[in-house]
């Protein structure tokens, strides 16, 4: 079987979603690795899928003591937690950060699937370590201002190559063709 997921970063201005397919038994660290690479982060933060106030993810030092105790991620595949169109799961990314995404499962169709593939999405995802939404906004308070007082100090930290309105289909499926290499674990 074959899922369609929609994943959308939450909680902010302009809308950053990807819209993908990938294999119903995909597990979540796969899934990890798949919203990674569509999505445009660099894999440098902890991260968790909660489904109805569960939460999965790697075992880390210290997970035990959490309340609930996180199921790991790695047991578990996207059949457990999607079942049927319109269902939604959160993944979060980057706890300082907080990136909360939402992975709506659009459609479940028959076939084979090859490798993880994306159809569609809309904007850049945020630099790594902005400061999350708020800061996210003052990033493009700041870079759409050439005379705020930190403008110099930003476009030389984003390396002058940030565009918040940047998505390629194309370069992002040639990085989807290696998504596993993409996440060093």
Not at 88 to 108: M, N, Q, R, S
Not at 164 to 183: A, G, H, I, R, V
């Amino acid at each position: 079987m074959i899922y369609k997921l929609k994943i959308t970063l939450l909680d902010h201005g302009p809308k950053i979603w990807r819209i993908v397919e990938v294999k119903s038994s995909i597990g979540l660290l796969e899934l990890h690795a798949v919203i990674q690479t569509a999505m445009g982060w660099t894999n440098s933060h902890l991260h968790h899928f909660i489904k109805n106030n569960v939460f999965y993810a790697l075992p880390v030092e210290g997970s035990e003591d959490f309340e609930p105790e996180p199921i790991d991620e790695s047991n578990v595949q996207a059949f457990d937690i999607l079942t049927k169109p319109d269902e939604k799961v959160i993944y979060e990314y980057d706890f300082g950060d907080g990136w909360e995404h939402e992975i709506e499962l659009l459609k479940i169709s028959d076939g084979k699937l090859k490798s993880p593939v994306c159809l569609q999405g809309e904007n850049a995802c945020p630099p790594e370590d902005c400061g999350g939404v708020g800061g996210y906004e003052k990033l493009l308070e700041i870079i759409t201002d050439p005379e705020h007082e930190e403008y110099e100090k930003t476009i030389e930290w984003l390396n002058d190559d940030f565009d918040p309105s940047y998505f390629n289909l194309d370069e992002t499926n040639d990085e989807m063709k290696n998504y596993m290499d993409y996440c060093d674990w």
